[in-house]
């Protein structure tokens, strides 16, 4: 009981509320953002022996080498999708994860396509999104390099494994106006990167150092 308890204090709303204070100071703007973020538990996203860690601004494993990514990138990632265009339709995002990213923008757009080429975390987000009621979100095994042509073209394309050079097949399946954004990169050298598709061309701004996992190829 009393470790029950405990939990729920280092889970609480209030936690809550002091990450997304930390959120502002650390420059993210977006208040529909920093709200969703404040009303999504983000411990259920992770092992329990981890979960009084959940808000903390570090990256945490999630088993298979994989880790959950940090709360400012969440945030920076999302505001940086939402202020390129105003409203999102469909949205691809890459490396579903633990599927806390996921979740995030499941309640910001119309509808989340995730891809993830590792299936045991994808079963795993599946039934996560499925307790929070999220159900906009349509799930594929594979790999992020291929894309999701039957759906294409998206509004919006999120990856949170960072590839050498921008998968050809996700510039394709990018809709005219629409954004990307994705880490580029070696590890430890990566940069997060804003890819905007117009009519004849792509213009690419390039934001921030991050550290991201490598993007890879193939399924496991
Ligand atoms: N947003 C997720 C990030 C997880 S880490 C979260 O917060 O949990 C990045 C994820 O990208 C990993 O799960 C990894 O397996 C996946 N990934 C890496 N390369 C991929 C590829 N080519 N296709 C699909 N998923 C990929």
Redesign the pocket.
Known sequence: MTLSLQGMGMTSLRTRERMIKRLSEQGIRNQKVLEIMRDTPRHI?MDEALSSRAYEDTALP?G?N????QPYI?AKMTELLLEATGHLGKVLE?????????AILAQLVDHVYS????LP?QRK?KGHLWDLKLKNVSYLY????LGWSDYAPFDAILA??APFEIPQELLQQLAVGGVMVIPIGVNGQQTLQRVTRNINDYEVEILESVT??????GK?
Not at 66 to 69: F, G, K, L, P
Not at 142 to 145: L, T, V
Not at 212 to 217: A, D, R, T
């Open positions: 996203f999630i298979y994989q880790t959950i990514s969440v890459i490396g579903t994860g633990c599927g806390y990213q996921t891809i993830e080429r590792i975390l987000a594979n790999d992020g390099n949170s494994a991201f996992v490598p993007f890879l190829s496991e």
